[in-house]
């Protein structure tokens, strides 16, 4: 890692749900929030806003939205204002964006935010939004969705390893139970049993509607500078130790084995191997489960046991509380929804509530120091990774 | 396999007839589909058949040896390599020159699922539908598709498929895999 360190000093999640609200009010709701969260945050402090949106062309008939969250905020940034775009991974894109502006000492302040309106009165037209992140004119006509594609994921770990639709249930309960403890995820103050999971209805078999995130509707947004700033803010700040991605593919011809993702490994061990670290150092991660079998690959992908081995890993409690660390305590994207370019900066506030022990006990990690962030795109064409070490000097 | 294994097999792709060599007779028209759909112009952007005419794109020959009953791709004049989907330049050597070539028209099935909610706008009345990704038989692409022709229920991995071209009801042609026993 080269240039200034950065950290992130404040964060905020809206209320994350089917909210009756248009994409504008999501803006501005994040942005009242963010200054309540950081009071010490003045809006001219701020030279530039990083605006993580997959798809306001389709949800909200809105292009252009980095002005447009910028007004409704009540920011005017100077130095840089750009939207990022990598569908399910545009809220880590903001975040990578606002850390490079400000090591290269382009920004001082940032702020990145997220936000997604994906519930709209047409299901159908909803689903083609989200068919259209696949490879249109090839992959779209047949109806390919995100799925069909994790399902026959899971089809295929279930072929080779002898994965289960019990162990995928373990993960889905895990993350739902976790978001029970977070009054912002979609699905707070709802109980989901691992019986009562295995009954849910399928959606793509062999996923049950139990296995997939949501659509969702929601914001998010973090405030990000260097070590030159940060104790003007925070005094548990998130560092940035390190960050990585890897783009495999997009065609789903070019998906390779579908169980193996090579370019998580390699994103990885990249980002941990810049902060200095191995992955067994980590004390929570917050991993992208749009499916539950994408965090049971991801439990492989990242060294965390050996290919092949998720679905033991998840049903023996590894990665729960008291396990060799702890996964999506937030409650995941199961547990929480996924308003796709709010995600990752919703990971990015838990890792930095978690650091500065403020979230409630049912979810809180013993003193955790590390913590990684990963989210994939589309069909896990692209795996994004944070590292981040909690407060200490620069 | 992994990405770089399948490029690697990639370069011992069992050679194909190129485009300018004599094309197999035609093969016989397609089928009528089994649910014919009405002619109503859906909005560009709410329609994922892609256009297909030489005045929208530089790939319209797809189309029109899909009409003949032949699925095709390209291949890199330069490195051989053969691609998926069809490309006007090679992502590997970054030529322009590339060349039609027929795939085989039979595979077998290496994963599917199938959607049962949640269709795309126009694709609700087909649910259930089932897809899958199919190997081709003696090439080293694995194509994803509908499958038809059996309910997903009844669908195994390794099922023989073959492709058929359709008429989706407003003048241009898609593909899909058929079940074959």
């Known amino acids: 890692m080269s240039g200034r360190a950065v950290a992130i000093v404040g964060g905020v999640t809206t209320p994350f749900g089917v909210r009756p609200t248009t994409w504008p009010e999501l803006a501005q709701e994040v942005g009242a929030a963010l200054f309540r969260a950081v009071p010490e945050l003045r809006s001219e402090d701020v030279d530039s806003l990083f605006v993580g949106a997959a798809e306001p062309e389709r949800f909200a008939f809105q292009s252009h939205v980095a002005p447009l969250a910028a007004e409704q905020m009540g920011l005017q940034p100077y130095r840089i204002l750009q939207r990022t775009e990598l569908a399910c991974a545009s809220g880590q894109s903001a975040?990578?964006?606002?850390?490079?502006?400000?090591?290269?000492?382009?920004?001082?302040?940032?702020?990145?935010?997220?936000?997604?309106?994906?519930?709209?009165?047409?299901?159908?037209?909803a689903s083609s939004a989200m068919g259209c992140v696949m490879d249109r004119p090839w992959d779209g006509p047949h109806g390919a969705t995100a799925p069909p594609f994790f399902a026959m994921v899971a089809q295929r770990h279930m072929l080779e390893f002898g994965t289960t639709e019990e162990q995928l249930a373990a993960v889905s309960e895990k993350n739902h139970r976790f978001a029970n403890s977070n009054p912002t995820a979609q699905f707070h103050a709802k109980t989901f049993a691992r019986d009562k999971l295995l009954r849910l209805p399928i959606v793509s078999p062999p996923?049950?509607?139990?296995?997939?995130?949501?659509?969702?509707?929601?914001?998010?947004?973090?405030?990000?500078?260097?070590?030159?700033?940060?104790?003007?803010y925070t005094d548990t700040p998130a560092w940035i130790r390190g960050t990585a991605q890897y783009s495999d593919f997009h065609n789903l011809a070019n998906a390779g084995s579908l169980t193996e993702w090579p370019g998580l490994a390699r994103a990885a061990r990249e980002a941990l191997g810049g902060a200095g670290i191995g992955v067994h150092d980590l004390d929570l991660a917050e991993l992208h489960d749009c499916f539950t079998i994408s965090e049971i690959i991801e439990y492989e992908s990242l060294g965390l046991c050996a290919r092949g081995e998720g679905g033991r890993f998840a049903s023996d409690g590894r990665g729960d509380l008291g396990g060799d660390l702890v996964v999506n305590p937030r409650g995941g994207l199961l547990g929480c929804g996924h308003p796709l370019g709010a995600t990752g900066i919703a990971q990015a506030v838990e890792v930095f509530d978690q650091f500065s022990h403020s979230v409630a006990a049912a979810r809180q990690v013993p003193d955790p120091e590390w913590a990684l962030v990963h989210n994939l795109s589309g069909s896990a064409n692209v795996h994004s990774v944070m590292v981040y070490q909690r407060g200490g000097a620069a | 396999m992994s990405t770089e294994a399948k490029r690697r097999s990639r370069e011992s792709a069992t050679v194909l007839p190129p485009v300018e060599s004599p094309s197999p007779p035609a093969a016989a028209p397609p089928a009528p589909p089994p649910k014919p759909k009405t002619n109503e112009k859906r909005p560009f952007l709410l329609d994922f058949f892609p256009l297909e005419t030489p005045d929208q794109t530089r790939l319209h020959r797809f189309y029109e040896r899909l009409r003949e009953g032949r699925l095709s791709t390209t291949r890199c004049s330069r490195d051989g390599s053969l691609h998926w989907p069809p490309r006007t330049a090679c992502p590997r050597c970054h030529t322009e020159a590339v060349e039609w070539v027929d795939l085989p028209e039979r595979g077998h099935v290496y994963a599917f699922s199938a959607v049962l909610a949640g269709a795309p706008y126009g694709m609700e009345d087909e649910v259930p539908f089932a897809v899958g990704l199919v190997d081709l038989d003696g090439v080293p692409l694995r194509l994803f598709g509908r499958i038809e022709g059996r309910p997903w229920t009844?669908?195994?991995?390794?099922?023989?498929?073959?492709?058929?071209?359709?008429?989706?009801?407003?003048g241009r042609v898609f593909y899909r895999f058929r079940v074959v026993d």
Request: with cysteine; aromatic share 2%.
């Open chain 1, 95 to 125: 975040i990578r964006s606002a850390y490079a502006a400000i090591a290269s000492g382009l920004s001082d302040v940032a702020v990145a935010v997220g936000v997604e309106k994906m519930n709209l009165p047409s299901m159908s037209e």
């Open chain 1, 207 to 232: 996923l049950r509607l139990g296995d997939c995130s949501s659509m969702t509707d929601g914001a998010a947004a973090v405030v990000l500078t260097s070590e030159e700033r940060v104790r003007e």
């Open chain 2, 154 to 170: 009844e669908l195994r991995i390794g099922q023989p498929v073959k492709v058929e071209a359709y008429d989706i009801g407003d």
